[in-house]
């Protein structure tokens, strides 16, 4: 069974920090792009950002400059390290690969900035 589990969500301040982790189990994703989405209530799922089999990464508008995606191959692990966080980037957290596949949605993690 594949599973992708998010961990690392939290309650902070606005200018605070967070650093998130998605572990994958059942396959590995090393050839996969992979990207961290999110859904705050009543709005839309959209992706934060996204990393190649590569390495290379690509940011949507509001993570550029304040978000880090970074991949371990090794652990099957990509990862979202959060900086500046401000209210409106409260959301669940997930990740998924490029286009995304309903089979791997995990549970998330809750991040929640409080100002």
């Known amino acids: 069974q594949v599973q992708l589990v998010e961990s690392g969500g939290g309650l902070v301040q606005a200018g605070g920090s967070l650093n998130l982790s998605c572990t994958a189990s059942?396959?590995?994703?090393?050839?996969?792009?992979m990207a961290w989405y999110r859904q705050a209530p009543g709005n839309p799922r959209e992706e934060v950002a996204q990393?190649?089999?590569?390495?290379?990464?690509i940011y949507n508008y509001f993570s550029k400059g304040r978000f880090t995606i970074s991949r371990d191959s090794a652990r099957n692990t990509v990862y979202l390290q959060l900086n500046s966080l401000q209210p409106e980037d409260t959301a669940k957290y997930s990740c998924?690969?490029?286009?995304?596949?309903?089979?791997?949605w995990g549970q998330g993690t809750q991040v929640t900035v409080s100002s």
């Open positions: 990393i190649d089999a590569g390495g290379h990464p």
């Open positions: 059942g396959r590995s994703f090393v050839g996969e792009t």
């Open positions: 998924n690969t490029v286009p995304p596949r309903r089979e791997y």
